[in-house]
């Protein structure tokens, strides 16, 4: 006799790569006929809505999400996820161990990553020789400087540098983070004071303010990943440092006019090399909840497996892949030939650490963010100051104090300290 298909809901975030694992989901559906699939696409915000208060007050309303790997290590250490269990062919040592440690909770693995990024160098060689400047594999924020001002000619409408200037924790906010880590600073102390104020927090600023000033576009403010995207596509950024996700498009040359004079280096350091390149992956969790965890395992064990970045590989070919996950990608010499930005992808990756980001000790996870509830609220409005900032809205020093102040008392309200 015939039984009733157990239904997975999967909530999803509406970008390329998941969207192909959609259409992929027959082939799941035709290895197990007792498993239908049934998709819910949000934009990244409303996901991020729909998901948390779904698994803060246990609504059930899914049985697989799509979870940051800010999400990750909070809801695991608040026991809103199932841990993931996975058997042999999966392979969980071939996961690579920084993205793995940013998803893992007291040894348990709470999310499997369906695709990551690190933070990297992307430049135009052209201009970089034209100027007779060799970038190094490891430039420092200092080398980055003296390139922007050789290569900015606005006149011919090129700018020596682009970077995120919209605000948001996610916006200006990654980015900034790396750069004040790489500048010596951090979020939070270990009484988990901000450190908004501090020296390095100033230093980083002031460099970045005067950097985008001197050699950026007109209007940074208002610029994130995709603004900063298209101007690059077409040929007016010397330099632009951000997601090594981006890599692929500026050097595809149906997408970029520049594709061919793109090369590819490491993010800059300065201080110290600690979270100089961020870390970040989108990745499939299962709610604690769930009535259907054999059969939500069993999905997501084949949306993040080997066999899966095979399958999309056969599918779209190896430029398609979702990248920033396991090793055996970037050992497969196909995958290599059909992204040459691939090695300088995968060493950003390891060599980002999110339990020790910061040259002084911080007591949170994560290179970019700081996994806690918080964070978001705080990332928001910093964003928002050091965006009025660069802006020419306020001073620097206004706004660092303005936002360790609001800071402060999101910290003291959440109960860090009295």
Same mark, same amino acid.
């Given at each position: 006799?015939?039984?009733?298909?157990?239904?997975?809901?999967?909530?999803?975030?509406?970008?390329?790569?998941?969207?192909?694992?959609?259409?992929?989901?027959?082939?799941?559906?035709?290895?197990?006929?007792?498993?239908?699939?049934?998709?819910?696409?949000?934009?990244?915000?409303?996901?991020?809505?729909?998901?948390?208060?779904?698994?803060?007050?246990?609504?059930?309303?899914?049985?697989?999400?799509?979870?940051?790997? @800010?999400?990750?290590?909070?809801?695991?250490?608040?026991?809103?996820?199932?841990?993931?269990?996975?058997?042999?062919? @999966?392979?969980?040592?071939?996961?690579?161990?920084?993205?793995?440690?940013?998803?893992?909770?007291?040894?348990?693995?709470?999310?499997?990553?369906?695709?990551?990024?690190?933070?990297?160098?992307?430049?135009?060689?052209?201009?970089?020789?034209?100027?007779?400047?060799?970038?190094?594999?490891?430039?420092?924020?200092?080398?980055?400087?003296?390139?922007?001002?050789? *290569?900015?000619?606005?006149?011919?409408?090129?700018?020596?540098?682009?970077?995120?200037?919209?605000?948001?924790?996610?916006?200006?906010?990654?980015?900034?983070?790396?750069?004040? &880590?790489?500048?010596?600073?951090?979020?939070?102390?270990?009484?988990?004071?901000?450190?908004?104020? $501090?020296?390095?927090?100033?230093?980083?600023?002031?460099?970045?303010?005067?950097?985008?000033?001197?050699?950026?576009?007109?209007?940074?403010?208002?610029?994130?990943?995709?603004?900063?995207?298209?101007?690059?596509?077409?040929?007016?950024?010397?330099?632009?440092?951000?997601?090594?996700?981006?890599?692929?498009?500026?050097?595809?040359?149906?997408?970029?006019?520049?594709?061919?004079?793109?090369?590819?280096?490491?993010?800059?350091?300065?201080?110290?090399?600690?979270?100089?390149?961020?870390?970040?992956?989108? &990745?499939?969790?299962?709610?604690?909840?769930?009535?259907?965890?054999?059969?939500?395992?069993?999905?997501?064990?084949?949306?993040?497996?080997?066999?899966?970045?095979?399958?999309?590989?056969?599918?779209?070919?190896?430029?398609?892949?979702?990248?920033?996950?396991?090793?055996?990608?970037?050992?497969?010499?196909?995958?290599?030939?059909?992204?040459?930005?691939?090695?300088?992808?995968?060493?950003? *990756?390891?060599?980002?650490?999110? &339990?020790?980001?910061?040259?002084?000790?911080?007591? @949170?996870?994560?290179?970019?963010?700081?996994?806690?509830?918080?964070?978001?609220?705080?990332?928001?409005?910093?964003?928002?100051?050091?965006?009025?900032?660069?802006?020419?809205?306020?001073?620097?020093?206004?706004?660092?104090?303005? $936002?360790?102040?609001?800071?402060?008392?999101?910290?003291?309200?959440?109960? @860090?300290?009295?």
């Amino acid at each position: 006799m015939a039984h009733a298909a157990t239904e997975l809901v999967i909530a999803t975030v509406n970008n390329g790569h998941m969207i192909e694992m959609q259409k992929l989901g027959k082939n799941f559906e035709a290895a197990n006929p007792d498993i239908k699939l049934k998709w819910v696409t949000l934009e990244e915000g409303v996901l991020r809505q729909r998901v948390t208060t779904d698994i803060a007050t246990k609504g059930g309303q899914f049985d697989i999400m799509t979870i940051g790997m @800010y999400e990750a290590p909070i809801w695991g250490k608040k026991g809103w996820l199932t841990e993931l269990k996975t058997d042999a062919a @999966y392979d969980v040592d071939d996961l690579l161990p920084a993205v793995r440690g940013g998803l893992t909770v007291d040894g348990k693995l709470f999310a499997a990553p369906f695709y990551g990024e690190s933070s990297m160098l992307m430049y135009r060689k052209d201009l970089a020789d034209k100027a007779g400047i060799t970038v190094a594999d490891k430039p420092t924020w200092t080398d980055i400087k003296t390139l922007a001002s050789k *290569i900015h000619d606005p006149k011919n409408g090129v700018y020596g540098i682009c970077l995120r200037g919209k605000p948001g924790w996610g916006d200006n906010m990654a980015f900034l983070s790396t750069l004040v &880590n790489t500048f010596g600073g951090q979020w939070f102390d270990m009484s988990w004071k901000p450190q908004l104020d $501090s020296k390095p927090w100033h230093d980083a600023i002031t460099f970045y303010v005067d950097l985008l000033k001197n050699y950026g576009p007109p209007g940074s403010s208002a610029n994130s990943f995709n603004e900063i995207l298209a101007l690059t596509n077409s040929g007016k950024c010397g330099m632009w440092i951000d997601a090594t996700i981006a890599a692929s498009f500026v050097s595809d040359p149906k997408q970029s006019k520049v594709a061919a004079q793109m090369a590819f280096a490491q993010a800059p350091t300065q201080v110290t090399p600690k979270g100089a390149n961020w870390l970040w992956s989108w &990745n499939l969790a299962i709610p604690a909840g769930s009535k259907k965890v054999d059969a939500a395992q069993k999905f997501v064990s084949w949306a993040t497996s080997k066999d899966y970045v095979q399958l999309v590989a056969k599918t779209n070919g190896w430029a398609n892949v979702p990248t920033g996950t396991r090793k055996s990608t970037y050992a497969s010499a196909d995958f290599q030939k059909a992204a040459r930005f691939a090695s300088a992808e995968l060493k950003a *990756i390891e060599s980002s650490n999110p &339990n020790d980001s910061t040259l002084p000790k911080s007591p @949170y996870t994560g290179v970019q963010f700081a996994a806690i509830p918080e964070f978001q609220a705080i990332g928001i409005a910093v964003g928002q100051q050091m965006s009025a900032a660069l802006a020419g809205k306020s001073t620097v020093d206004a706004a660092l104090k303005a $936002s360790q102040t609001a800071a402060d008392r999101e910290m003291k309200k959440a109960g @860090y300290y009295k």
